[in-house]
């Protein structure tokens, strides 16, 4: 595998932010050959993270509920210091999301385990999430414009939120086939099971989450 000049630099995940929505398995075996590390791997999570929170009108109002929180409190310390833990909170649950996603998909699909294979599966769940970031964008936005607002205000558990693990179904697929060699056979039921479970976690959550 002949390496990438340069490594993994922000021009190339930028590139790869519209050149894997296209074509993910060539992107992820480019983003390989780059030798792409776990500090780039990890910007990647966050900006996926932040993009698609924005995206949301749930969240966004939620966020900014948050913010003005904070500025009100009578203590700009305490309320800043609330901000900074709920802002710990959601990258510590990105962070668990991220390592058991790679630890369930590598068990599934690479027999033998070591940190070479680890770290290509990480990247392989950091750049699906990355490929498929303008396609969910694009289908979440239309969902917004198309769908009735009651679908989209919807409980966790809703169409509008199945959108992220569905178009990023295949573009994890992708990544699979082309880091690990692995068939579609096998590459497809793995994401499918990942994405699946995720989204299958969330409503659980809200199921056995204490009303407010």
Do not use: Q
Not at 72 to 95: E, F, K, N
Not at 188 to 194: D, E, G, H, K, Y
């Amino acid at each position: 595998m002949t390496a990438v000049a340069g490594g993994y630099r922000p021009a190339l995940a930028l590139r790869h932010l519209w050149r894997g929505a296209a074509a993910p398995g060539e992107a992820m075996r480019e983003a390989l050959r780059a030798r792409i590390g776990e500090m780039a791997r990890l910007a990647l999570l966050a900006l996926v993270a932040a993009a698609l929170g924005l995206a949301d009108p749930e969240t966004r109002g939620l966020g900014r509920a948050a913010v003005e929180n904070a500025l009100d409190d009578p203590s700009r310390l305490h309320g800043l210091t609330l901000l900074a833990t709920g802002a710990a909170l959601i990258g510590l649950a990105v962070m668990a999301a991220y390592w058991i996603a790679a630890l369930v998909a590598h068990s599934l699909v690479w027999p033998s385990w070591s940190r070479a294979s680890l770290a290509r599966m990480r990247s392989a769940v950091a750049l699906g999430a990355w490929f498929a970031l303008l396609p969910t964008l694009a289908v979440k936005l239309a969902a917004l414009a198309l769908l009735p607002a009651r679908m989209v205000a919807a409980d966790p558990p809703s169409l509008y939120t199945a959108i992220e693990p569905g178009v990023g179904l295949p573009y994890f697929a992708a990544c699979l086939m082309a880091a690990f060699g692995a068939a579609a056979a096998r590459a497809v039921p793995v994401a499918i099971l990942v994405n699946g479970g995720f989204y299958l976690l969330l409503v659980i959550l809200y199921f056995v989450a204490p009303s407010p």
